[in-house]
């Protein structure tokens, strides 16, 4: 196992801790506006989405619930489907629930779009999506996100809960990974 310090690893950092801790306040203040008055229950995403469900709910005022679901969509290579398995499913009856959809990143978005369809359909009152990133893709996603961190370019980063074949979501910036690391 080599122990090397993960910052051999990256090319070029898009996003640096602190700017990430700046806009996740932002977020989290436009969404305790919205949902003033009311207990959103908000869903993560796992694995990716552990870091911006800790640091967004955290920096939020108001009383929240979290609770947590694990999926895997069939894709042919890297891309995905929208043909989704549910690993892990959520503990809480969210009937009649504000649900928040916490998400890492957000590339087709079909996974996403699965995902607001099947909590819809168990009765949720209403059911939005918040993410961190957003690739350019999810333009064309057949589902509506309300609360956006960062707007991405079309390339493969890791940090702040993304990975590269299951490493780097312990960095907390936000980066595209060094050639190397791809040809070993
Ligand atoms: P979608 O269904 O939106 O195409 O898939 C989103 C998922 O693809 C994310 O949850 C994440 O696992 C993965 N993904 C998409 N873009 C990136 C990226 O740039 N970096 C990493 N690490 N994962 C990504
Ligand atoms: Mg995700
Ligand atoms: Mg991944």
Redesign the pocket.
């Known amino acids: 196992m080599d122990a090397a310090d993960i910052s051999a690893d990256l090319e070029h950092v898009l996003y640096t801790a602190d700017q990430i801790e700046a806009r996740v306040k932002e977020l989290a203040a436009q969404i305790d506006a919205e949902y003033e008055g009311r207990q959103p229950l908000l869903v993560g995403v796992l694995n990716?989405a552990m870091i911006i469900m800790s640091d967004l709910c955290r920096a939020m005022h108001g009383h929240v619930e979290v609770d947590w679901m694990a999926i895997s969509?069939y894709g042919s290579g890297t891309h995905?489907s929208g043909v989704v398995r549910i690993l892990k499913d959520l503990t809480s009856d969210i009937a009649g629930r504000d649900v928040l959809v916490v998400?890492?990143?957000?590339?087709?978005?079909?996974?996403?779009s699965y995902l607001v369809h099947n909590l819809l359909t168990r009765g949720a009152a209403s059911v939005k999506v918040a993410t961190m990133f957003r690739?350019p893709e999810a333009v064309h996603a057949p589902v509506e996100v309300s609360y956006v961190g960062f707007d991405l370019p079309d390339e493969?980063?890791?940090g702040y809960g993304?990975?590269?074949d299951g490493r780097y979501r312990n960095l907390r910036d936000v980066a595209t990974l060094a050639p190397h690391v791809y040809h070993h």
Do not use: W
């Not at 998400?103 to 996403?112: F, P, S, V």
């Open positions: 990716g969509s995905s998400e890492d990143i957000i590339d087709t978005g079909l996974t996403l690739k493969f980063v890791v993304l990975d590269y």
